[in-house]
């Protein structure tokens, strides 16, 4: 019962965008639902490949195999979708909208990967506080130490495809993962 009223409660979120009355241009509303939409699909297929590459012990046979499944898997959950609201709100033209999502996929992907490095699979840690994510079990192929590198290079990718759209995103970009990294973790990511 509760599996399904969740699942329903996921499908209103579109409707509810479409429907009801905002501030907001009805084109927004309709690509906000678009994101919704495909959030939902990606956060699905993601956590299917990853529970059945696991459960498979399916070997990622490169370190960018990892990342492009972790970009699908948790790259909207994370910040794909907050920059989607952003730019919608804003009024980002496509471009830019699509290059900002890139960037809060990989500034997503650079966290947990930074996560994995130290231990943790399931979870992001700022000071005494910690956000319990989905679980990332398919790692197969991967040496966990190279999880760190893996991280720096992810975290590369986002600020420059933020730069791309805007010197002052990367400010924010680096502002926050600087502050949920050194509270974290106790050292800075940038």
């Given at each position: 019962t509760w599996v399904t009223i969740s699942y329903n409660a996921r499908q209103l979120v579109p409707v509810?965008?479409?429907?009801?009355?905002?501030?907001?241009?009805?084109?927004?509303?309709?690509?906000?639902?678009?994101?919704?939409?495909?959030?939902?699909?990606?956060?699905?297929?993601?956590?299917?490949?990853?529970l059945w590459g696991s459960?498979?012990?399916?070997?990622?046979?490169?370190?960018?195999?990892?990342i492009t499944?972790?970009?699908?898997?948790?790259?909207?959950?994370?910040?794909?979708?907050?920059?989607?609201?952003?730019?919608?709100?804003?009024?980002?033209e496509h471009v830019a909208a699509t290059q900002l999502r890139q960037a809060g996929i990989e500034l997503g992907v650079s966290l947990r990967l930074m996560a994995l490095a130290h231990g943790y699979s399931r979870?992001?840690?700022?000071?005494?506080?910690?956000s319990q994510e989905p679980i990332i079990r398919w790692k197969n192929g991967i040496d966990p130490m190279c999880f760190n590198d893996m991280a720096m290079r992810s975290h590369d990718r986002a600020l420059t495809l933020a730069r791309a759209i805007d010197p002052s995103i990367v400010e924010v970009f680096t502002e926050f993962s600087n502050a949920l990294q050194h509270q974290a973790l106790g050292e800075s990511l940038c």
């Open positions: 509810m965008l479409m429907r009801q009355r905002s501030s907001l241009p009805a084109a927004s509303r309709a690509k906000l639902a678009q994101c919704f939409t495909r959030f939902r699909f990606q956060q699905g297929l993601g956590s299917s490949l990853d459960e498979q012990t399916i070997t990622h046979l490169s370190e960018n195999e990892l499944h972790l970009r699908l898997y948790i790259g909207n959950l994370s910040f794909g979708l907050a920059c989607d609201v952003s730019s919608a709100v804003v009024g980002l979870e992001l840690r700022m000071g005494r506080h910690t």
